[in-house]
């Protein structure tokens, strides 16, 4: 009976681990709120019901999500040393996911965890996310006929999905998923799946192309580069390097005809001064940064004398505007401390993974070191995302990481 009752709860928890997953494309999602409660429920029965604790050994692992867990408590210990905690309440509400998630790391997933039931679910919800917007909210001949079809589908997506930032980093995950699938599975995949994932990662490169976001369409650039770069490794090196070589100038080229890179857009781009108010601040206090809120506090203050008239009028009514560079910002809250945690978040996992997914780790590394130079990652709305990926790219007990050595 007892082993019934665990089975149950290992699916409802792993199902729910998959709908935090889905819902995380959209901005604003009761699926979400729900599945977060039902997952930290159940994993708090599973927790005392498999005796978890007697598992917990001290290791990399233990290590890093000690690391993760350590620097969740800067931000509620800041917190109480701050002059006005007037942002504390949303600025920790973000990072929430670090904590929740980071307990789980230490005290383990269950066994029916698998890291293809999480790229299938992220390439899915991507796909229905596009197709809503294209067929239910735009209609498929307005798109076909409307010139300014990528403007309507930026609107659009704006209003029921998510801005460009998100959306188009979940795109990338996925093309990184649909990579991961047909490397590890092609032999005995049939060749109307292997099509259809093909025809999916068209359309989720033609959706990043026509994006007015210019981070998520480089990053897809550049892993299209890097996937393409491990694969000729393996098979000829001198046509890897060659690769290596061209791409800087191909993607210098694809950028440059980007809709958004050119010089009316450059001139009102923000992320400038964002980059000279942070760099001033942490000059000032480099080694122990200013605290949570007084960091948000002292940058809003700041940025008032570097920021341009555009600038200005545009955020009149918007409050919370931090330095859209992860480094920078988390170096402005808890100063080289700070920083060297954040650093070790990002790169310790490559001490520990399966050599199976040293490639897989490697291309979301390169996906979210990138991505935070130009936002917040994970004291943002990326936190979620980078977590429950950490999570399955660590799992020792998922099976499908011993299927197929990748650097073989």
Same mark, same amino acid.
């Given at each position: ?6 089975? +149950? &709860? ?11 997953? %889905?819902?995380? #494309? ?10 977060? +409660? ?5 994993? =708090? ?19 890093? /999500? ?5 620097? *969740? ?7 109480? /040393? ?22 789980? !790391?230490?005290?383990?997933? @269950?066994?029916?965890? @698998?890291?293809?039931? =999480? ?30 079809? %990528? ?18 980093f979940y795109l990338n995950i996925s093309i990184i998923?649909?990579? +991961? ?19 999916? /990662? ?10 007015? !976001? ?10 299209? /580069?890097?996937?393409? *770069? ?10 890897? $390097? ?9 993607? +210098? ?8 890179? @050119? ?14 108010? %942070? ?8 080694? &122990? ?28 009514? #918007? ?15 808890? !100063? ?11 790169? *310790? ?11 897989? =780790? ?20 990326? %936190?979620?995302?980078?977590? $429950? ?20």
């Amino acid at each position: 009976m007892k082993s019934k009752i665990t089975g +149950y &709860l290992n699916y409802i928890n792993l199902f729910s681990f998959l709908s935090i997953a %889905a819902a995380s #494309i959209y901005t604003y999602s009761y699926v979400m709120k729900i599945s977060y +409660y039902v997952f930290f429920i159940s994993y =708090l029965i599973e927790i005392f019901i498999e005796k978890k604790w007697e598992t917990i050994k001290f290791d990399k692992k233990t290590v890093y /999500f000690s690391i993760i867990f350590i620097f *969740f408590l800067l931000a509620p210990i800041s917190s109480l /040393f701050d002059n006005t905690p007037v942002y504390v309440k949303y600025l920790l509400e973000r990072r929430l996911p670090l904590l929740g998630f980071s307990i789980v !790391g230490l005290f383990g997933l @269950n066994k029916l965890y @698998n890291i293809m039931y =999480l790229f299938k679910t992220l390439i899915i919800s991507s796909f229905v996310a596009i197709v809503y917007l294209i067929f239910f909210r735009i209609g498929i001949n307005e798109y076909i006929k409307n010139t300014l079809r %990528a403007d309507l589908f930026q609107e659009c997506r704006i209003k029921y999905v998510h801005g460009h930032m998100m959306f188009n980093f979940y795109l990338n995950i996925s093309i990184i998923g649909i990579w +991961y699938i047909l490397s590890t599975t092609w032999k005995k995949t049939s060749s109307i799946i292997i099509s259809l994932y093909i025809i999916i /990662f068209v359309l989720f490169m033609y959706v990043l192309l026509i994006s007015e !976001g210019r981070t998520g369409f480089t990053e897809a650039f550049v892993l299209i /580069f890097a996937m393409a *770069f491990f694969q000729l490794w393996k098979l000829k090196r001198k046509a890897a $390097i060659v690769l290596l070589i061209l791409m800087p100038f191909v993607l +210098y080229s694809a950028i440059s005809h980007h809709r958004r890179v @050119n010089k009316d857009y450059v001139e009102i781009e923000p992320r400038f001064f964002f980059c000279e108010t %942070a760099l001033h601040l942490i000059k000032q206090k480099p080694f &122990l940064g200013y605290g949570l809120s007084n960091a948000q506090e002292k940058f809003d203050t700041e940025r008032v004398k570097y920021q341009s008239e555009y600038f200005r009028i545009w955020s009149q009514k #918007i409050n919370n505007v931090d330095s859209h560079n992860q480094y920078l910002q988390t170096t402005l809250e808890f !100063g080289l401390v700070g920083l060297l945690l954040l650093l070790l978040i990002y790169y *310790f996992p490559f001490s520990m993974v399966n050599s199976s997914r040293i490639t897989l =780790l490697s291309l979301f590394v390169v996906l979210y070191s990138y991505h935070s130079i130009f936002d917040m990652f994970i004291t943002g709305q990326f %936190a979620t995302v980078f977590s $429950i990926l950490i999570l399955l790219i660590l799992d020792d007990n998922d099976k499908s990481s011993n299927e197929i050595k990748l650097n073989q």
